[in-house]
């Protein structure tokens, strides 16, 4: 009798785990909505230095640039992967699926998505306002951050 009340016990403290893990999941993603704007700006001024006028955008610390069509794509791309992750964290925390090539443009290498990735991570994320989102959520979108977008780095797309 003894060994199935620890059992159930320890199946109800599991339970109450999920159930807050899902908590901290959702609030994670309600501020990532809330912000992916600002973070999409902050993601572009990470990759790009767009004070040029002369028509194309030159990426930070590269002898590279990229059209102005280029660089919308850019930001279509972190939009969609920012609503992406956003997307499974607000479902309670589930592993995403594989995004699907044909949503995104990709229209420079995928390292500077890591960077972009990575200074959302470290700037916006880890600054974030605890009076907003609480701080085991804040640590739920820094895991998701670095399990399903920065971790990508040698992944094919």
């Known amino acids: 009798m003894l060994e199935i009340y620890q059992k159930l016990e320890s199946f109800r403290t599991r339970i109450v785990e999920i159930q807050q893990q899902s908590e901290h999941s959702t609030q994670a993603a309600q501020w990532l909505?809330?912000?992916r704007n600002l973070l999409?700006?902050?993601?572009?001024?990470?990759v790009f230095d767009i004070s040029q006028g002369d028509g194309n955008i030159r990426i930070?610390?590269?002898h590279l640039q990229i059209s102005r069509d280029g660089y919308r794509?850019?930001?279509?791309?972190?939009?969609v992967y920012l609503k992406w992750i956003g997307h499974y964290m607000g479902m309670g925390g589930m592993?995403?699926?594989?995004?699907?090539?044909?949503?995104?443009?990709l229209p420079i290498d995928y390292r500077f998505y890591i960077k972009a990735f990575t200074a959302i991570r470290n700037n916006k994320v880890a600054q974030?306002?605890?009076?907003e989102v609480s701080r085991d959520a804040l640590q739920m979108l820094v895991r998701y951050f670095n399990r399903?977008?920065?971790?990508r780095e040698n992944q094919e797309l």
Do not use: M, N, Q
């Open 40 to 46: 999409i700006v902050h993601a572009s001024e990470a």
């Open 128 to 131: 974030a306002d605890r009076s």
């Open 95 to 105: 592993t995403p699926k594989i995004l699907s090539k044909e949503l995104l443009a």
């Open 148 to 151: 399903f977008l920065i971790s």
């Open 33 to 35: 909505c809330k912000y």
């Open 73 to 79: 794509l850019f930001r279509r791309d972190i939009y």
């Open 60 to 62: 930070r610390g590269e």
